[in-house]
């Protein structure tokens, strides 16, 4: 197909699913954000690998947390950099987490998922099966995008198995390709997934939602 305009790859709509439904983040999720993220050591496991604003563990212990979250994501989509959604329960509209389009190109028809969590309530469910597909339907059904990539700590094997299951490719590891919230650096474990394995992609993805 043909690639959608330049602008159109920047723009985030609203992406609803049976189990969820991707809105745009946005400061009134405050309140949500801070409760999906949980507590404690639950909190800790949820954010365990990212790279978020706040405590040490990089998970969000107060509101003022949250909102520096949802300030930095904000300011990340001015500059064009992150395209920030909220993960919503579509049942009951609660906040379950965030994931977002990154590293955009319109140009190589080319853009990343990521800086995605979940709250532990929504762990083991359809949640981030079909938050994924309702991503890669846009991107490639709608944008025209001829690749996704997919990047995680080396050692996060939970998102490393998440990512193999929606039928992406490794590709390779990343040597110190980004700096952790300790200092240290990071070596990252690419994925892919191109227009020819959507397809096939795309049916696994469906019969994994199916009651």
């Known amino acids: 197909m043909?690639?959608?305009p330049p602008d159109d790859w920047y723009e985030l709509p609203v992406l609803a699913g049976q189990w969820i439904r991707l809105e745009p983040l946005t400061q009134a999720?405050?309140?949500g954000y801070l409760a999906a993220a949980g507590t404690g050591a639950e909190a800790e496991e949820v954010f365990r690998?990212?790279?978020t604003p706040g405590s040490t563990t990089g998970a969000?212990?107060?509101?003022?947390?949250?909102?520096?979250d949802i300030a930095a994501?904000?300011?990340a989509r001015e500059r064009r950099e992150r395209l920030a959604f909220v993960q919503l329960d579509a049942a009951t509209g609660e906040v379950a987490g965030t994931t977002s389009y990154y590293d955009v190109v319109p140009a190589s028809r080319t853009l990343a998922i990521g800086s995605t969590w979940l709250g532990c309530r929504w762990w083991r469910t359809p949640a981030n099966t079909e938050s994924k597909l309702l991503l890669l339907t846009r991107a490639f059904e709608v944008l025209g995008a001829v690749r996704v990539v997919w990047h995680t700590d080396e050692f996060n094997?939970?998102?490393?198995?998440a990512i193999a299951r929606l039928g992406a490719t490794p590709e390779g590891l990343l040597r110190k390709?980004?700096?952790r919230r300790d200092g240290s650096w990071r070596t990252t474990a690419q994925f892919s997934m191109t227009d020819d394995d959507w397809p096939a992609a795309r049916e696994r993805l469906r019969r994994r939602l199916e009651p």
Do not use: F, G, I, Y
């Open 2 to 4: 043909e690639p959608a």
């Open 29 to 31: 999720h405050a309140d």
């Open 49 to 51: 690998w990212l790279n």
């Open 60 to 68: 969000p212990r107060t509101r003022a947390d949250a909102e520096a």
């Open 73 to 75: 994501a904000l300011a």
């Open 157 to 161: 094997r939970r998102s490393r198995d």
């Open 177 to 179: 390709h980004r700096l």
